[in-house]
């Protein structure tokens, strides 16, 4: 069973910046288009960027030019580079497969951008 854990969120003032990292238990991010998602209180869940096992990376509209995501295969992680933060970028931000696998979904990571 495969466990992913988010971390790296925390309560940061508009503007600022956060990188979030994601841990697996075992070497998936070599064989898996990997993604980070995020989800509103209220809201669905919604793919925020994904990066394929050639590095090849896609943003949502709304966090381009902002959100930059890596990974690093030999570590078994996976990060997010937040810039630029702002409200509407808050919620729990979570890493998985895209598209997702039920089964992995962890806790996630709160992210909270004050005004």
């Known amino acids: 069973q495969v466990q992913l854990v988010e971390s790296g969120g925390g309560l940061v003032q508009a503007g600022g910046s956060l990188r979030l990292s994601c841990a697996a238990s075992?070497?998936?991010?070599?064989?898996?288009?990997m993604a980070w998602y995020r989800q509103a209180p209220g809201k669905q869940r919604d793919m925020v960027a994904t990066?394929?096992?050639?590095?090849?990376?896609n943003y949502a509209d709304s966090v381009k030019g902002r959100f930059t995501i890596s990974r690093d295969n030999a570590k078994n992680a996976l990060y997010l580079q937040m810039n630029s933060l702002k409200p509407e970028d808050t919620a729990v931000y979570y890493c998985?497969?895209?598209?997702?696998?039920?089964?992995?979904w962890g806790q996630g990571t709160q992210v909270t951008v004050s005004s």
């Open positions: 075992s070497n998936i991010f070599s064989f898996h288009v």
């Open positions: 990066i394929t096992t050639g590095g090849s990376q």
């Open positions: 998985n497969t895209y598209p997702g696998l039920s089964a992995w």
